[in-house]
């Protein structure tokens, strides 16, 4: 079985330029995840799709950040204009939906360093 | 507001020896699943074990065990005959049981661990 693919997995931009990562969830899997790590800090939760639609995005900073999830599957997650204090490791993650809590699998991460 | 704290940023250990890592949260939930997560150099998280609040027995997983008390909401992990190979960053990560509605984890801030040859 397949598992998350992220791309790129390095990503160097001057600040207020624009950036765009993309994931590709194990198949099947109903829910995805964005997670935003910072260095030195565990991660963080961005958005949380169930399908093509948003369960969560709370922590989104949603005057810059944007993410969708066309037909379901991938996600693009998009960040413009860009900030010195964006530069993380952003992780995607996908879990199938059950009755019960299902693990979740992550993508290798996508490093951003923002200059 | 659930948080998690892991309060050693840094362990080292012999290789085959014995090391435990910290971890301490807080919730008002009773029911919940806790998370020990290893994320190596090349930064791919991996679950290395689990362990749902309503049981009272501790999870194991071949080398890995926890010690889960409940009532002092703490959650350390035992590496037992440390291998190189251990050598990761360890996330302590909380998740409330709710049918149907956000299931976000939420992590610790980590604790860097070095195996020793």
């Known amino acids: 079985e397949a598992g998350v693919a992220q791309s790129p997995r390095y990503k160097i931009i001057e600040k207020r330029q624009s950036v765009a990562f993309w994931c590709n969830p194990i198949s099947g899997h109903a829910t995805l995840y964005w997670y935003q790590q910072i260095l030195g800090q565990g991660p963080k939760l961005l958005i949380q799709f169930q399908n093509n639609g948003v369960v969560d995005d709370s922590q989104l900073p949603k005057d810059r950040f944007s993410a969708e999830r066309l037909k379901g599957v991938d996600s693009t997650l998009k960040i413009q204009p860009a900030k010195l204090e964006d530069s993380a490791v952003y992780l995607c993650a996908s879990s199938s939906l059950g009755i019960l809590f299902n693990e979740q699998f992550f993508g290798p991460g996508t490093r951003l360093t923002v200059l | ?117």
């Open chain 2, 1 to 117: 507001a659930q948080t998690v704290t892991q309060s050693q940023p840094e362990m080292s250990v012999q290789e085959a020896e014995t090391v435990t890592l910290s971890c301490t949260y807080d919730t008002s939930e009773n029911n919940y699943y806790l998370f020990w997560y290893k994320q190596p150099p090349s930064r791919q998280m991996i679950l290395v074990i689990r362990q749902e609040a309503y049981k009272q027995q501790n999870a194991t997983e071949n080398r890995f065990s926890v010690n889960f008390q409940k009532a002092a909401k703490s959650f350390s992990l035992k590496i037992s005959d440390s291998q190189l190979g251990d050598t990761a960053m360890y996330f302590c990560a909380f998740v409330p049981d709710r049918q149907g509605g956000s299931e976000k984890l939420v992590f610790g801030k980590g604790t860097k661990l070095t195996v020793n040859p």
